[in-house]
């Protein structure tokens, strides 16, 4: 099992920045990558960014690229997501995922077994 915890969302006026974090507990040593996505209100899950459990090769939806970034700390098992120029519509619940298995393309919600409980950012305008 791989425990999951997200912090750090909250409200920011459009133009603001907030870092997520995401602390992996458990069996972290399963732990292929690393993916954040995010989920609107009557809207399906949505892909954020990903990145190896080694630290290595980020990758981001088009929308995010250039404003989000996505990093891991190896010794606190933990990977960040910082969001710069927020806008309105980056407005949802993210959540942090973590695929054990490798399988699947990064970008897809069912390469991911365990999700964590989500944080709510709110974009002002």
């Known amino acids: 099992q791989v425990q999951l915890v997200e912090s750090g969302g909250g409200l920011v006026q459009a133009g603001g920045s907030l870092r997520l974090s995401c602390a992996a507990s458990?069996?972290?040593?399963?732990?292929?990558?690393m993916g954040w996505f995010r989920q609107a209100p009557g809207k399906e899950p949505e892909f954020q960014a990903a990145?190896?459990?080694?630290?290595?090769?980020?990758y981001y939806a088009d929308s995010v690229k250039g404003r989000f970034t996505i990093s891991r700390d190896n010794a606190k098992n933990t990977v960040y997501l910082q969001m710069n120029s927020l806008k309105p519509e980056d407005t949802a619940v993210y959540y942090c995922a973590a695929d054990t298995f490798g399988s699947r393309p990064y970008y897809r919600v069912d390469a991911y077994h365990y999700w964590g409980q989500g944080t709510q950012v709110t974009v002002s305008s």
């Open positions: 990145i190896n459990w080694s630290g290595a090769n980020p």
């Open positions: 458990g069996r972290t040593f399963s732990i292929v990558a």
